[in-house]
């Protein structure tokens, strides 16, 4: 149809240059806008239909990139009514319609791969550079066929001349192809996907993928900023995906409570009365009773001294308490490493680690519960005759110089 309409423009001298040149650009404007009007008749039945795919089509402008084309083909099959500069104009016309098929493929691929995003096989894994590498393999034929268009000479005698410029296109290439090995291993390996959880301590990066493409991978931090790193730079250097805890089902809880050793002591018959009527602690009680006193009684232990035998300490009994505490917390894990253990002394007192992971992985909630464990640790410590340890305050100075003046005020009522 283009080509007849083509035909029919005059081509002897008596018509002006300018005049033709008016009348194509006439009938291409007309084409261009006839165009238009099927675009939005077919986006009508786009947006009446109850399918979602092809919703796609308007988001990526797939064949809104079309309208110029039908034009543009108008005017390179007229050009040769244009006498001398016919020859020029149908040249740069046809570099046009090569990049408008390039921009065409491009909302193409961007079409395809937001319809690969709503797969279930794409839950984390992107396609997006496998179709940038395609594209900048697209655009390089592209621009080899429009040098080769204006020079009069066939593309494979450009393609076969640049194999001596290897060395030179690799050294303008060199990151795209390190960032395209590095998107390759990525995707196969599946080591990252959208939405993990990535720590890049050399970026400074803590947060969510939100994006991975040829280049970069860009990470949404907890502070709402966006980092982006370059692919292959953060192949080759060390992160920490967080997946694997998500994945688990719980998270870690690694804390210490550090106990002062000099309020750690063995329990006196009172303590253990006392100790018997916690819940947590009744079995535990009452099992290790018969445990120690078999122990004693079997290796004739003169128990009217302290420190024959075995006996249970207050330290022991808390650890004992914690335990059964955790494993009746509703929202610790019982079927990952759960472990309460002493730690070696230091300066400072004997560390107790609590090794435990939440059956519940959100930050959020997470920071809840361990927060709600601790709080009632610190709180029970006291129960037991322990003292948390802490570096000296205001308040404990205040305490300690209370005391002597007390001390010193009975000392002078003595002697009085």
Same mark, same amino acid.
């Given at each position: 149809m283009i080509e007849y309409i083509a035909g029919l423009l005059p081509e002897n001298s008596l018509v002006p240059g300018m005049l033709r040149a008016i009348i194509i650009l006439v009938i291409a404007g007309v084409i261009c806008m006839i165009s238009k009007l099927v675009l939005k008749l077919v986006h009508k039945l786009i947006v009446k239909s109850k399918a979602t795919w092809d919703d796609y089509l308007i988001k990526r402008k797939v064949l809104a990139s079309l309208v110029p084309l039908p034009g543009l083909i108008?005017?390179?099959?007229?050009?040769?009514?244009?006498?001398?500069?016919?020859?020029?104009?149908?040249?740069?016309?046809?570099?046009?319609i090569i990049f408008v098929i390039l921009r065409f493929l491009g909302n193409l691929m961007d079409f395809f791969s937001d319809i690969y995003n709503t797969m279930e096989i794409a839950e984390g894994k992107s396609i997006k550079g496998f179709t940038q590498i395609l594209m900048i393999i697209l655009y390089i034929i592209g621009f080899i066929v429009a040098v080769s268009i204006f020079i009069n000479t066939n593309p494979w005698v450009l393609i076969s001349?640049?194999?001596?410029?290897?060395?030179?296109? #690799?050294?303008?290439?060199?990151?795209?192809?390190?960032?395209?090995?590095?998107?390759? *291993?990525?995707?196969?390996?599946?080591?990252?996907?959208?939405?993990?959880? #990535?720590?890049?301590?050399?970026?400074?990066?803590?947060?969510?993928?939100?994006?991975?493409?040829?280049?970069?991978?860009?990470?949404?931090?907890?502070?709402?900023?966006?980092?982006?790193?370059?692919?292959?730079? #953060?192949?080759?250097?060390?992160?920490?995906?967080? *997946?694997?805890?998500?994945?688990?089902?719980?998270? *870690?809880?690694? *804390?210490?409570?550090?106990?002062?050793?000099s309020s750690v002591k063995f329990l006196d018959d009172e303590m253990i009365a006392k100790f018997e009527k916690i819940h947590y602690l009744k079995d535990y009680i009452l099992s290790k009773q018969e445990e120690l006193a078999e122990y004693n009684e079997v290796n004739n232990i003169d128990d009217s001294v302290i420190v024959n035998g075995r006996r249970m300490t207050n330290l022991g009994t808390f650890r004992a308490y914690i335990t059964s505490y955790l494993r009746h917390h509703p929202k610790v894990h019982k079927e990952l490493t759960f472990l309460i253990r002493q730690l070696q002394s230091d300066k400072v007192g004997v560390p107790i680690e609590i090794y435990v992971f939440t059956n519940d992985t959100a930050w959020v909630n997470y920071e809840g519960i361990q927060a709600d464990i601790f709080d009632h640790l610190f709180a029970v410590a006291p129960e037991f005759g322990l003292r948390v340890f802490q570096d000296p305050s205001n308040y404990n100075y205040e305490r300690i110089s209370n005391s002597l003046d007390n001390i010193a005020k009975n000392s002078a009522d003595i002697k009085s």
């Open positions: 108008f005017i390179y099959q007229s050009a040769s009514a244009l006498e001398k500069s016919g020859t020029l104009i149908g040249k740069l016309v046809a570099v046009v001349g640049l194999g001596a410029m290897t060395a030179v296109l #690799l050294l303008i290439f060199q990151d795209t192809i390190l960032s395209f090995v590095a998107s390759v *291993r990525i995707s196969t390996s599946d080591i990252i996907r959208i939405g993990d959880w #990535l720590e890049v301590p050399k970026f400074g990066a803590d947060g969510d993928v939100i994006d991975i493409s040829l280049y970069n991978v860009s990470i949404q931090n907890w502070d709402k900023t966006i980092t982006n790193i370059p692919s292959f730079k #953060l192949i080759n250097d060390s992160f920490k995906n967080w *997946r694997g805890m998500q994945e688990s089902g719980g998270r *870690r809880i690694k *804390r210490t409570i550090i106990i002062d050793i």
